[in-house]
């Protein structure tokens, strides 16, 4: 199976508070896990990507939680911000340049 | 460094009809790789290339078919269109053997 379910379908937040996006996955061959933010009439950017030998991955106020063992993976958005609205992805796939399977995506609204 | 291009961004195209779609990738990128995304949903992986070759494919048929010339920029065409063809077509090159792929805008391909 090369499916990857992503949760919540939508999230609405405020202001400066956390944004919670999870993602399950059944393949355990996958080894990459990116995350890309995509605004409407644009394409996909990578935001934040895990490999699996770590569980955590920081950047700025985006951070990975990962869990090999439950097969998921999560991303966590600090002090949300309206500019931080958009629709998120995340993906997995399994050796460097393979193809990339993602998730059904969660549209961000983030209210000032 | 210029990033993904893609050409043209809107098309209106009619049921059987032939389409192809142009893509110039990121410099120092050296495979393509092709995505569907149809409203509300994640991208799908059609195919990639690599050295003027197809070296993966997803779950479409042949009627679906590509090029990637020696400059690695690359072409997706699609033979007898269908009313659910209509979607965004994202192209995304990357580094053969690295991790992350950076995309382009898409086309959005509407068929009638």
């Known amino acids: 199976q090369q499916q990857v379910k992503q949760s919540p379908q939508s999230l609405i937040v405020q202001k400066g508070g956390i944004s919670i996006i999870n993602c399950a996955y059944e393949?355990?061959?996958?080894?990459?896990f990116p995350w890309y933010q995509q605004f409407p009439g644009k394409g996909p950017a990578l935001l934040i990507a895990i490999r699996p030998d770590v569980s955590e991955k920081k950047e700025g106020r985006f951070t990975i939680s990962f869990n090999k063992s439950a097969k998921q993976f999560s991303l966590h958005i600090m002090d949300s911000q309206p500019g931080d609205s958009a629709t998120y992805f995340c993906a997995a796939s399994r050796d460097a340049g393979n193809m990339l399977t993602f998730g059904g995506g969660t549209r961000l609204m983030v209210k000032p | 460094e210029t990033g993904v291009t893609q050409s043209p961004t809107h098309l209106i195209k009619t049921r059987g009809q032939q389409v192809t779609l142009r893509c110039s990738s990121q410099?120092?990128?050296?495979?393509v790789s092709w995505y569907q995304q149809a409203l509300g949903q994640g991208p799908q992986f059609i195919f990639q290339y690599y050295r003027e070759e197809e070296n993966g494919r997803g779950n479409f048929p042949p009627r679906f078919s590509g090029l990637q010339f020696p400059n690695y920029s690359s072409e997706l065409n699609v033979n007898a269109l269908e009313l659910d063809d209509s979607a965004l077509y994202l192209c995304?090159?990357?580094?053969?053997?690295?991790?992350?792929?950076?995309f382009g805008s898409g086309t959005r391909l509407t068929v009638v």
């Open positions: 410099s120092g990128h050296n495979t």
């Open positions: 393949n355990t061959a996958f080894d990459y």
């Open positions: 995304a090159s990357s580094l053969q053997g690295g991790y992350g792929y950076t």
